[in-house]
Every structure is written in structure tokens, then in C-alpha cells.
């Protein structure tokens, strides 16, 4: 009897070390990032650059992630409002916002806009798109020689379009104007889509837009010249503005960022994702089709890449006007 008792208590104690194990392992398994939905925040207004991006992603995160991806929007200020949210929400990886530069490292330079450059965490840089100056395809002006001159006839009396406040687009007229010994009145929009709905309502007089916007709408629209220091694919006779003798390369550049104390392993696993999809042949395809320039930048390429830029706008940002 006793030695049923012992061999009774020992088989009690083996399967309480096997429950205990089995619920840690399980614990483990639980805890393994993501285990719930993840929220996509883009930026701009939907419709833009940044919202269609997050739209080709979207499947395919969710099957990289196994989670369900949720795209929502929080609009404003050129980005600016969202990547306020973004320094403030919790940084468990859960939540993650499309960011642009150099709009992240200009606008903490002008002004106080709610959060500084270094409070976000790139996780990966993914799509680039040089800027084009155009012009509504009924415009009188043929040529920048043509734009240009107008601009030093009458200063401020043509109206440049760009999306947002000390943005790529506006650092761009900036530069352009100083230059070129012009004046524009800049209009900025809050994104890219009501930039051009504004461009073909004929509501300003020229833009500073992305590469792919010019393509979706090649045929309302002349583009003067590029600001890349190559001629664009999609229009071989648009000279760059260094064959002008404007020497300037100008682009944005678009990824996804997360708070500072995102937990590494929240930040490796939504950088594999994003990069898997980045290197995948069929998209960049597309998006050299729709006009965009692939990039495949992973969370430490991107930081330095980051920093090497941020050097870069400081010095710049000392010669333009505020």
C-alpha cells in the first residue's frame, strides 16, 4: 500500500512538472509578437502616395503577420499631426505610420510641431518618388525657360502647389526660387491627392509633384523639367534642372515608423515583413509602372540614412527662408 501511495504521489508530481512546462511553453507561444490586430496609420489623405503603398501591402502583411492589418488615417499638417500620435501611442508594435522624408526631418526644423525627428523609429524605407515640376496640359508656359521668366516678370503672382508646409515639395520651390532668382506664392495641400485635383482644376498655376502622380495623369498635364539627377523613365524629353543649370535632386522618400521603447523584437518582425515585400519582384515591377522608385531600406539602413539626411537639411535649412 505504501508503495502504491509513493508510486501514485511520484506520477502526481511528473504530470504537475509536465502541466507546468506545457503552460510555459504555451505562455511563450502566446506572447510571441503579434498576437492581435495591428493598426497601418497613414498620414496623408487617402488616395495619396502613402495610403495606395499601404493598400498593396496590406495583404500581403497580413499574411506575413497572421494578424488581421487595419488601415486608418489620421490627416493633418503635412503629416505632422499624425507623427504627434505616433511619439504619444504605445509602443508595443502594434500601431505603426507612415512616414516621409525629409518632411520628418524639415518640419521640426521650422517649427514646433509636436514631436522631434528622433522620437521616431524607422522600421523600414520602401518606395521613393522624385519630384517633377508641371504645369496643367492647357498652360501657356512650354518650357521652365518659359515658367522662369514669368516668374522673375511678375514675383509671386504664380501660384506653386505642394503637399504640405516644409516638405520635399516645399523645400523644392524654395531652393528652385533661390536659384533661379524667382518668387512663387506656395500653396501647400494636405497630401498629394488634393495637390493635383487642385493642379487639373486649374486652381494653381504649377506643382512640384511626385513622379507618379505625373504619370497617373500624363495627359493632363506638361512636365517642365525633373528635379533627379536623371532623366525620368516615363519622360525621356522633361530635362532635369541640373541640365538647366539648377542644381538640384529632390525626392520623397516613404516607409513606416514606430514610438521610441518599441520592443526589438516587435521592430525585427514588422522589418521582415515589410522587407519581404519590398524585394518582391512583381511589386517593384508595379511600382516602376505606376512611376514610383523601389527601395528596400531595413530598420538600421534606414536610421542611418536618416541621420545622413537630417545632416544634410541642417545645413540647408540655415540658406532658405523660413
Request: hydrophobic content about 40%; glycine content about 8%.
Amino acid at each position: 500500500m505504501k508503495c502504491r501511495f509513493h508510486a501514485l504521489a511520484k506520477l502526481s508530481v511528473f504530470f504537475l512538472l509536465c502541466a507546468v512546462l506545457l503552460t510555459g511553453v504555451q505562455a511563450h507561444a502566446a506572447d510571441k509578437f503579434p498576437t492581435h490586430p495591428l493598426t497601418y496609420v497613414v498620414t496623408f489623405d487617402p488616395g495619396g502616395q502613402s495610403d495606395r503603398e499601404a493598400r498593396r501591402q496590406q495583404p500581403h502583411l497580413q499574411k506575413l503577420l497572421g494578424q488581421q492589418v487595419i488601415v486608418d488615417y489620421k490627416v493633418g499638417g503635412g503629416g505632422a499631426v499624425g507623427w504627434k500620435e505616433l511619439t504619444k501611442t504605445k509602443p508595443d508594435g502594434y500601431s505603426f505610420y507612415s512616414i516621409n522624408t525629409p518632411h520628418i526631418i524639415l518640419q521640426p526644423m521650422q517649427q514646433d510641431v509636436g514631436y522631434k525627428t528622433e522620437q521616431i523609429v524607422p522600421v523600414a524605407m520602401f518606395q521613393s518618388t522624385p519630384l517633377g515640376v508641371a504645369v496643367p496640359a492647357d498652360s501657356p508656359y512650354k518650357t521652365m525657360k518659359e515658367l522662369l521668366e514669368a516668374a522673375k516678370k511678375e514675383p509671386g503672382a504664380l501660384s506653386m502647389g505642394g503637399s504640405a508646409a516644409f516638405s520635399g515639395h516645399h523645400l523644392a520651390t524654395l531652393r528652385l526660387e533661390k536659384l533661379a532668382g524667382v518668387s512663387f506664392s506656395y500653396v501647400p495641400f494636405t497630401g498629394s491627392a488634393p495637390q493635383m485635383t487642385a493642379a487639373l482644376g486649374g486652381h494653381v498655376d504649377v506643382v512640384f509633384a511626385n513622379s507618379d502622380d505625373l504619370v497617373r495623369f500624363k495627359d493632363k498635364i506638361r512636365v517642365l523639367a525633373f528635379s533627379s539627377a536623371e532623366r525620368f523613365p516615363h519622360f525621356p524629353d522633361a530635362p532635369t534642372l541640373k541640365e538647366l543649370g539648377y542644381d538640384m535632386v529632390d525626392s520623397i522618400d516613404r516607409g513606416v515608423g514606430v514610438p521610441l521603447n518599441t520592443p526589438a523584437e516587435a521592430i525585427a518582425t514588422l522589418e521582415a515583413a515589410f522587407m519581404e515585400i519590398a524585394r518582391n519582384p512583381d511589386i517593384q515591377k508595379e511600382m516602376r509602372d505606376q512611376g514610383f522608385v523601389p527601395l528596400a531600406l531595413g530598420h538600421d539602413a534606414s536610421v542611418a540614412y536618416i541621420k545622413k539626411v537630417s545632416a544634410e537639411y541642417a545645413e540647408l535649412a540655415k540658406s532658405i527662408k523660413k
